[in-house]
């Protein structure tokens, strides 16, 4: 009878045990699988970061991301869990239909891992599985779900779905069974939709052969028919930047941005010069507590007081009805395109409008800690393909902190200014339908406080 008993307790403890030990599995496998698990940094031609997706290695070279997460990249790096960052080589496989690329990387030999192995097997429904990736850029996140179907979807063809969580990062995560093994490459989810994220099998992965040599975006296009380096392209314009000589005593500098700020406004300098006493006069009004003498002037107040007092010089240029009527469209389609930023809470800082024939330039000044997003609208009967670029000035030189070179006429850049200051927007023509002939184009600038 004791027997008896001592044989259930057994079972029981073994029932109470298996859980807390198939827990401690899971643990350990992810503990190896992690270190795997890198951040794929896609780079624009500029060399600045362009996003970021995941990926992981099959090989002590090679590492297996989503297709749309290089796809345009200049160049691409990677980001270890201990923030090392290395260069990755060449593409030597990818199938877009399939979102799948398999880069190719040398590897110092301080950074080590254990490549995660593929499962060609079909998993069953129900089973639990895992995803490893960077959502939203927490980097090396864990999720868990269940495999909801191995089915065939219109025009991706066999897919894995399944209910652990992802997010935008996550693309190229690998899905991982129990074991650790790669049951497939996290790809998609559909919006709308509660948990429905979408895997390609292990099967498509392995089919491909790491023979190739897909070359990266080249940092190269064509300017007004000429082939160039996208960098050599854009330049800033000097002429009337707001950064008075240090040799001004800090009136002078003060008066320096004003009369800037007035130029800036299309107003010739002599009339600047004329009302200046007037504009000094709406400073201290503007700002009570501003001494001439003793406190700095910021450009965004210069130009705000000179706004206020001599307003725009239309004089300056005057365009003819068809091209105001293009400007209105323009600015009405920049209202749309914004109307979602401005509803989450982001707000309008500025906006632009007029005609280009190669470049145009403005001048804006950008908050730290702030979000920004610069949309551009061409008109398309006259431009096919505008880009645009920041530029921040810094240790003697100007250098781009965000663009966008892609082919269309509505180039769209997101960004956080690295610094309170003034920063320069460049606008570069492409590709024009119109030889020689000035296009119209607008843009607005949104903004939106980091919490």
């Keep these: 009878m004791s027997g008896r008993w001592c044989g259930a307790a057994l079972v029981v403890l073994f029932a109470i045990a298996t859980p807390c030990m198939r827990g401690q599995d899971i643990v350990a496998m992810l503990k190896m699988v992690k270190p795997a698990v ?26 297996v991301t989503n297709y749309h997460v290089i796809d345009d990249a200049s160049s691409v790096k990677l980001r270890f869990k201990d923030s090392a960052e290395v260069q990755v080589l060449r593409i030597v496989a990818q199938d877009s239909a399939a979102d799948l690329a398999i880069l190719e990387v040398v590897l110092p030999d301080s950074i080590k891992f254990t490549p995660i192995k593929f499962k060609t097997t079909p ?60 049951l497939g490459v996290a790809s998609a989810g559909i919006h709308g939709g509660q948990n429905l994220n979408f895997a390609v099998p292990a099967e498509r992965v392995q089919a491909l052969s790491l023979t190739g040599n897909y070359e990266f975006k080249p940092t190269m296009k064509e300017y007004d028919g000429v082939m160039m380096n996208v960098r050599d392209a854009f330049e800033v314009d000097t002429s009337l930047i707001g950064k008075p000589p240090d040799s001004l005593s800090i009136k002078d ?58 307003g725009y010089n239309k004089d300056g240029i005057v365009y003819p009805e068809e091209i105001q009527a293009k400007l209105s469209m323009i600015g009405t389609g920049l209202e749309y395109a914004s109307a979602s930023l401005i509803t989450a809470g982001a707000m309008p800082t500025a906006t632009f409008a007029g005609t280009i024939l190669k470049r145009a330039q403005i001048w804006q000044e950008f908050e730290k800690n702030t979000h920004y997003a610069v949309i551009t609208m061409a008109d398309t009967s006259a431009i096919e393909d505008v880009d645009v670029a920041i530029f921040r000035y810094v240790d003697g030189a100007w250098k781009v902190i965000a663009s966008d070179t892609d082919d269309d006429a509505r180039p769209v850049v997101g960004f956080e200014a690295p610094e309170t200051d003034e920063y320069a927007i460049v606008w570069r023509v492409a590709r024009r339908s119109k030889k020689d002939e000035e296009g119209v184009f607008g843009s607005i600038v949104v903004g939106k406080e980091s919490r």
Excluded: C
């Design 123 to 182: 998993p069953e429904q129900g089973e639990r599985v895992y995803v490893v990736g960077n959502p939203l850029e927490y980097d090396q996140s864990v999720s868990d779900g269940i495999v909801s179907s191995v089915r065939v979807v219109k025009d991706h063809g066999k897919m894995i779905q399944f209910t652990a969580a992802i997010s935008g990062g996550n693309s190229g995560s690998p899905l991982l069974d129990g074991y650790g093994n790669a």
């Design 38 to 63: 890198v951040t794929v940094i896609p780079q624009n031609a500029f060399g600045l970061d362009d996003g970021h997706g995941t990926g992981f290695f099959i090989s002590r070279k090679h590492l």
């Design 253 to 310: 500098q003060n008066q320096w941005k004003i009369r800037t700020a007035g130029q800036r406004f299309r107003w010739p300098v002599d009339v600047v010069d004329k009302n200046m006493n007037r504009l000094l006069r709406g400073v201290k009004r503007n700002y009570p507590k501003f001494d001439l003498e003793v406190d700095t002037l910021s450009m965004s107040q210069a130009r705000s007081v000179v706004g206020e007092m001599l």
